[in-house]
């Protein structure tokens, strides 16, 4: 080796102590199994960052697959309260198990748990090991001060992907808790959704919405109507991109609350227009003006295709129509989500178009 190389090399990391090992064996230790035998939950928590309606999360071991999966827990206050709501419950946690959706964490199997004193409902989930979108944003903003604008449409195209799968579910599933930390983003920048809790199941736990810093993700109408829409997940929705797009909105000293000041400041610092008018349509107060996810998909803060060789594709396949039609979309396709990073097939097989 050169005497640059020499001088380079990392140093040997130094070994372990006694109470290191003693800890990482304390961790690994289970604590628990499913009733098939199949889930393995350990002592190592994991940081579910206070979401509501998840009282504990633990790493789990899949032991067919032979991968690890969150354990997550949630806690009835009364064994009665379980039992009221048992049916509804059931019939929620069965509609998760249904899901299958690129963006969205995969809910793999859930319980019932009830004792004489106590009931909970135990479901194991994908372990997203990669970190939240917001310990992303707060990296990033180390060196930048906005977040690129094509990033943030890939973003922003993702999760509102998964909002319209849910939201097309039948009955809809609302997320009812979409925040920058219950959005995931893996290493090659595919965006999933997780710790979807319905309202279901958080009108009926011991957790609620506490945290003063998650308070301007929900919707206005939370606090004042019983049965919420899934405009709610478009105001959430709406809070997440415009803290996408500047990294960070600043909160009111120690007590982490975010004004609407705070709000309506990030919002006009956005430089483009149509940025703008996209986030305040998401964060409309009155519910029933937001747009759809769908809708969204489509707004020019997002979709924009050139007006000429939109024009061109319209042509062709109106030319086209009796013979070989299906293979002009599909070209037209292929053409518009290379040049344009848009995955319209996706779109077309979730009867987004």
Known sequence: MSEEGKQSAAPPAPPATEDEEEESEDESEILEESPCGRWQKRREEVN???VPGIDNAYLAMDTEEGVEVVWNEVMFSERKNFKLQE????????????LEHVNIV????YWADVKENRARVIFI???MSSGSLKQFLKKTKKNHKTMNEKAWKRWCTQILSALSYLHSCEPPIIHGNLTCDTIFIQHN???????????TINNHVKTCREEQKSLHFFAPEYAAVANVTTAVDIYSFGMC????????????GESSYVSQEAINSAIQSLEDPLQREFIQKCLEVDP?????ARELLFHQALFEVPLLKLLAAHCI??????????LIIIQTFHFMSHKYNINMCSWFSNGLI
């Open 241 to 252: 991109a415009l803290e996408m797009a500047v990294l960070e909105i600043q909160s009111n």
């Open 48 to 50: 579910q960052r206070n």
């Open 189 to 199: 920048g595919l965006i999933k959704i997780g710790s979807v809790a319905p309202d």
């Open 87 to 98: 049916e509804k419950v059931k019939a929620v946690f069965d509609n998760l198990i249904q």
């Open 125 to 127: 989930t994908e372990y």
């Open 317 to 326: 396949v109106s030319h086209q129509r009796e013979s070989g039609a299906n």
């Open 288 to 292: 029933s003006k937001r747009p759809t």
């Open 106 to 109: 995969k809910f793999h199997k």
